[in-house]
T-cell receptor, first 114, second 107 residues
Framework: EAGVAQSPRYKIIEKRQSVAFWCNPISGHATLYWYQQILGQGPKLLIQFQNNGVVDDSQLPKDRFSAERLKGVDSTLKIQPAKLEDSAVYLC????????????FGPGTRLTVL | DAKTTQPPSMDCAEGRAANLPCNHSTISGNEYVYWYRQIHSQGPQYIIHGLKNNETNEMASLIITEDRKSSTLILPHATLRDTAVYYCIVATLKLSFGAGTTVTVRA
């Protein structure tokens, strides 16, 4: 089966600019996650969707970060405006019903904020 | 606020077994022990998980102590491609990653 797709793979922006990341989960996976991974640290959960509804966004900095999953498939994560400390890898993961204990991760988008 | 303690790094020789320890003394009764790994510039990859019993799959074995306060991930025959950061996570549904153990397999 095809894996989790993310784009772009790399993005460089200046602070105060906006940026958006896209994720296409594995077909049929209802649960989708966005993680932020700062260099040298483990991934940190930002938001979890179940179909097109938000299950957990407690760690999402809502003043600048937003995410949506309008049709319960693809998802976008946006940062507006970006800060230097947002430099990180943004990972998308999905979870299926059959293999419901295993999250499948995409390759991530590496964001550099200058 | 990860619930696990892992050594920051370890080396192992190619072809030998790699034993990765993890302490999780505050684990709750309904929490599973998960292991993921992350090869450089890739997303994390699921390895194995367990609740109480020892588990084995094509990638690794998971040994959980009877009191569930610690566990060991065993890579039976480490290869250079097993060089990665290994994360031990205790969770029900929500994964909380710590810093993990950087495992370097040497030829």
């Amino acid at each position: 089966e095809a894996g989790v797709a993310q784009s772009p793979r790399y993005k460089i922006i200046e602070k105060r600019q906006s940026v958006a990341f896209w994720c296409n989960p594995i077909s049929g996976h209802a649960t989708l996650y966005w993680y932020q991974q700062i260099l040298g640290q483990g991934p940190k959960l930002l938001i979890q969707f179940q179909n097109n509804g938000v299950v957990d966004d407690s760690q999402l900095p809502k003043d600048r970060f937003s995410a949506e999953r309008l049709k319960g498939v693809d998802s976008t994560l946006k940062i507006q405006p970006a800060k230097l400390e947002d430099s990180a890898v943004y990972l998308c993961a999905s979870l299926g019903l059959i293999s419901s204990d295993e999250q499948f991760f995409g390759p991530g988008t590496r964001l550099t904020v200058l | 606020d990860a619930k696990t303690t892992q050594p920051p790094s370890m080396d192992c020789a190619e072809g030998r077994a790699a034993n990765l320890p993890c302490n999780h003394s505050t684990i709750s009764g309904n929490e599973y022990v998960y292991w993921y790994r992350q090869i450089h510039s890739q997303g994390p990859q699921y390895i194995i998980h367990g609740l109480k019993n020892n588990e084995t799959n094509e990638m690794a074995s998971l040994i959980i102590t009877e009191d569930r306060k610690s566990s060991t991930l065993i890579l039976p025959h480490a290869t250079l491609r097993d060089t990665a950061v290994y994360y031990c996570i205790v969770a029900t549904l929500k994964l909380s990653f710590g810093a993990g153990t950087t495992v370097t397999v040497r030829a």
